[in-house]
């Protein structure tokens, strides 16, 4: 089998030598001057500069969340919000700072990309440092690059497109506290017609103690384009809380396609704070599959606005949750037109005293006839510990629809282990088999690295979880 | 080589809140049979040698500890062993775990076997065979597939079993055959057959008894446990017992089960 790129956290060593590299960074804690800061460094125009600040006080007046998980102890002014490590973006792996290229070379992608990948975009802490793509896909217009080199190079997609019409900075405190200090991410454009058939990887590292990384991801897939991105994010151990603040919107144009996949394993004192979204126009479709590892506290709903006719949104995500951890993710779907349809199938194990819940939105407008949509949740707990929640919320105001909803609790009987067991497998690998299973209709429509990947990764987690 | 002996054994049924404690697994279902509460025995002595090779058969009313005597010898966890002991050639199996027990050749086909949701009966076979010993260097998994396969055929099961859920939503007829493909696909010793006659009709039964002479006649030590003779139609066992209230009451040969035939239980559980 192929080598896989891995985010696993294979070796500690490095990673903490890598600690306080940077060769400029901001002061802890955030205000005026710090943003401005983070807008000088990158050398960014007038209007992207009056964005930020602009966010910052939207950030300053709106409160926290009060629903969800506990975020009470997230201090902003602890966090460090921007630590930039190298001096350009490197286009050859060979060109790249061994140290870095060490940590990247021991999670695969260099490999990966040779071998299965259209494009790969490497960010380290704040920015992207390593950025290719095919000439192949060069050659037909395709725009892949970090979002940052998108501002200088592409401003007039930017301006269009940046938090505009698809998630706003006022929305929430945490997409305006994106919006003030957001850096690196993804921009990618596919123009009309072309069908990217390979998928196309950006890679997230986030080393430093105490940071925050928020990444901004664009996309837009022209009429009758597809694309399938990928996304991996990890950050190593350490024990004071670090902040991801991400922002994804996508457009998806009449009859284009959008996978969106992302297997995120961050380290246990992350909060894991994201707002996805993606607008489909008519014919269009767009697919999230997600699995969501790590983190100690986890807010993410991926929507979908379902604005043309006949659009159509599948959400896939796995969430596990283990000790001390808390998983609040879900979905939320808008029909806004005739025969929109969406299907949503959301995964969750807790384990160990943890807590996961599933919340969702589902809204159908009215017009919006012959809209249909099915939702389902499984929860599976190995144990009496642990704690499941299903919170959906459902939204009708047209009659002529069709939804349905399933949620189970499933459990790993004790009977279940025995029959197991009885076949030769021991009480762990009796577990991950039932694990496997559970997660099996969401680990088949990955690529198969990252099916084996994810599947690793879950059983890792949940080794030791007995006794 | 490895005989099956069984000493004075005593088992009673765990309180089902500290089964699994390990892990906290709840039971979804109660232990095998319904009688006897937590803490009462429900096997009181027995004894029991199935020589290495021999088809035993043990029958005897619901309820008189047959299922019990199965799951014990798999160290069902359910099921508590308070006196006695169990042996299978040099392994102590009453102090050994289920996946220890299995490892070691000693296998059971379930009377409930359970569902799996998103398992395949080959994910479940491929992820097993590779704990057995003797499947070295030379094993290839490319083989075994086929040989899940050709044994499928043999048992009339569709090539779509092989790959769905194990289980779910299967007839009690098509989860029997699931069993004996399990069993005659990793390297057995002894077998232990729990009802497998109840829920197949005769075509099927015929099938599945064919299955088990063919291990049989491979040397596998076979332990059928069954309340009708249906199936010793089939399969002529070197010795028969009959079990009453936990106990071994009656011993001979296969004369004894087509007497039960004729007459019933009643001359010997008074």
Redesign the interface.
Known sequence: MRKHTSVIEKDQGISAALTDRYLFRTERGLSREIIEQISESKNEPAWMREFRLKSYEQFLKIPLPTWGPDLSKLDFQAMRYYQKTEPAKYQSWNDVPADIKNTFEKIGVPQAEREFLAGVIGQYESEGFYQNLRSKWEDKGVIFCDTDTAVQKYPELVKKYFMTECVKAEEHKLSALHGAVWSGGSFLYVPKGVKVDMPLQTYFRMNARGSGQFEHTLIIVDEGASVHYIEGCTAPIYNTASLHAAVVEIFVKKGARCRYTTIQNWSKDVYNLNTKRSIVEEDGIQEWVGGSLGSKTTMLYPCSILKGRGARAEHLNIAVAGPGQHKDTGAKVIHCAPNTTSTIVSKSISFGGGISTYRGLLKILKGARGAASHVQCDALM????SVSNTVPNIVVNESDVTIGHEAKV??????????????????Q???N??V??????VIKTLPLEYAVELNRLIQLEMEG??? | MSTLTIKNLHVRLENPSTTGLRAGYPSTTQAATGHGGAGNPILNGINLVVRRGQTCVLMGPNGSGKSTLGNTLLANPQYKISRGSITFGKHMLSKMKTDEIARAGVLLAFQNPQTVSGVSVTNLLTAAVRNFKGKGKDFKMADFREEIKDTANTLKISKDFLSCSLNEGFSGGEKKKMEILQLSLLPAQLIVIDEIDSGLDIDALKLVAKQISRLRARGVTLLIITHYNRILRWIKPDRVHIMHKGKIIKSGTSTLATAIEKKGYGDYIK
Do not use: T
């Open positions: 190995p144990d009496n510990i499933g459990r790993i009987s004790a009977d279940q282990v025995f029959y197991l067991q009885s076949r030769g497998l021991s009480e690998e009796a577990v088999l039932v496997q299973g559970f997660i099996e209709p979880s007995l006794g």
